[in-house]
């Protein structure tokens, strides 16, 4: 009890500094589909907005996707290395959004948290423009955030899906990734953190023990330099890099499959993962 009792009183200073803010955080990895990891996530995201944080949660589709669409006999293409979403894909993508954004609904629900599922398509909230060699995918344009602060206003957490809407009102994917840097930026959250299945930055990808506990935009283009920053997370890094530059005061990677790591990334002094700022 007392070892409690400490952790609230080292946590206040951060409590009142963050009451009233907005943070997004992007769902991804293994806590997607695993119900024990996204249930002691789901309990961080609901005692933060009880403790009067704006929680904004964006999530993609996990590994849900591939394995649906193999069920189905959805043909997985890559075009440059890069997913193709073909109109039966697209199906397979919205079905599995769908589902997914169900399932934390409820579960915020049901610790008495008022969330509410929204898409990009909501309001014309994600407008973005067709990647034509990519079938129905899109690099986002222009963010509305309208209709997400009314919704924090009246209280919810809205859960958002990552498909917009392109040039001519038709559906398009888009990386959830990108969808929460920018929704991030329009919102100009106090921060952006992404639940991963990595510790965060590492020096060398292959020590965890290497962590980049803290690093500034400025180092953070250094970085993009090394041999070992590739693959996904190149994309995560220059995300993470313009979401600061555009008003996001700073943005964390952290391992989503650790108990409770939102809370100890964002209530304590040292963290769990990495921490970008400007």
Request: glycine share 8%.
């Amino acid at each position: 009890m007392e070892d409690i009792s400490k952790a609230l009183i080292h946590a206040l200073p951060y409590i009142k500094r963050f009451q009233d803010k907005v943070f997004v955080i992007k769902l991804g990895g293994s806590m997607l589909v695993d119900e024990k990891k996204r249930k002691l996530v789901i309990e961080d995201v609901a005692l933060m907005k009880f403790l009067g944080i704006n929680v904004v949660l964006v999530h993609g589709g996990g590994k849900d996707i591939t394995t649906l669409s193999e069920k189905l006999g959805v043909e997985v293409k890559f075009v440059d290395g890069l997913r193709h979403t073909d109109d039966k894909a697209l199906d397979v993508v919205m079905m599995v959004l769908g589902k997914l954004n169900d399932e934390i609904i409820e579960e915020l629900e049901q610790i008495d948290c008022k969330a509410i599922g929204v898409t990009g398509k909501s309001g014309s909230m994600i407008k973005a423009k067709r990647i034509e060699k990519l079938g129905n995918v899109g690099e986002i344009e222009h963010v509305d955030d309208a209709i997400i602060r009314d919704f924090l206003e009246d209280g919810f957490i809205p859960v958002i899906e990552p498909i917009g809407l392109d040039e001519h009102d038709k559906a398009v994917n888009i990386n959830a990734d990108d969808a929460a840097a920018a929704l991030a930026e329009a919102l100009n959250a106090e921060k952006l953190i992404y639940l991963t299945n990595v510790p965060g930055l590492l020096e060398d990808e292959k020590d965890e023990k290497t962590l980049i506990s803290s690093i500034t935009t400025e180092e953070l283009k250094e970085k993009l330099k090394w041999d070992e920053l590739k693959g996904g997370m190149i994309p995560k890094v220059n995300g993470i890099i313009d979401a600061i530059e555009h008003g996001v005061k700073s943005v964390h990677i952290i391992d989503g499959r650790r108990e409770h790591s939102l809370l100890l990334e964002i209530f304590t002094d040292t963290g769990i993962g990495t921490m970008v700022t400007e």
